[in-house]
């Protein structure tokens, strides 16, 4: 089994890559966004309570967002792992991250983070926003934003997991395939 945290600021291409490394290595993708949906869609107890914090504008608990993924990697068993794509996105959702995988005899492997330029990062995002219409992408402030979050809140898990010898550093420049491949070289470098 492995199992392996995706890594980066908003705009990186994560979810992008972390599809095409599913596909090819049998693991399940959980995107915590996609999650959230999903169980605020079907109205799930767990969606109402997200969603009720969320209707606020606040953030969900760690204890709310760490239960749906619990429940979503327990529906999941078959598969030859997980990758994480928008969590952890700190050290205490990592620790817990942890503790789930441990308790089921596993562990995270790596953490591939994309490395790419804050100026690189909002042309993708434009570029998203037009392609896909997402407002969020289209505005400068917004985006600024998410950047500034991103390095203040999420960028202190590089040393979390450094410290474990699990980081790779991934250039996120060029094109989808050529970032693929350097994904491909660093899972297969630990599978061999």
């Known amino acids: 089994m492995i199992n392996i945290v995706l890594f980066g600021p908003p705009g990186a291409g994560k979810g992008t890559q972390a599809e095409k490394l599913a596909e090819k290595y049998n693991?399940?993708?959980?995107s915590t966004g996609d999650v959230f949906r999903y169980n605020m869609k079907n109205e799930t107890e767990l969606g109402k309570l997200a969603k009720s914090y969320i209707d606020k504008g606040e953030l969900v608990?760690?204890?709310v967002t760490i239960k749906m993924l619990v429940d979503t990697i327990e529906k999941h068993p078959e598969s030859d792992?997980?990758?994480f794509d928008g969590f952890p996105r700190t050290i205490d959702q990592a620790k817990a991250l942890d503790k789930i995988l441990l308790e089921r005899g596993?562990?995270?492997n790596m953490m591939l983070a994309l490395d790419v330029e804050e100026e690189?990062?909002?042309q993708r995002l434009k570029k998203r926003a037009l392609d896909s219409g997402r407002a969020?992408?289209?505005d400068p402030e917004i985006i600024q934003n998410r950047i500034n979050v991103y390095l203040e809140e999420t960028y202190p898990l590089k040393e979390f997991y450094k410290e474990q010898g699990?980081?790779?550093k991934i250039d996120g420049h060029g094109s989808i395939d050529d970032i693929t491949e350097r994904l491909y070289d660093s899972i297969d470098s630990i599978l061999a």
């Open 106 to 108: 596993t562990s995270i």
């Open 61 to 63: 608990p760690d204890d």
């Open 27 to 30: 693991l399940f993708h959980i």
């Open 81 to 83: 792992g997980y990758i």
């Open 120 to 122: 690189e990062l909002k």
């Open 166 to 168: 699990k980081f790779v």
């Open 136 to 138: 969020d992408d289209a």
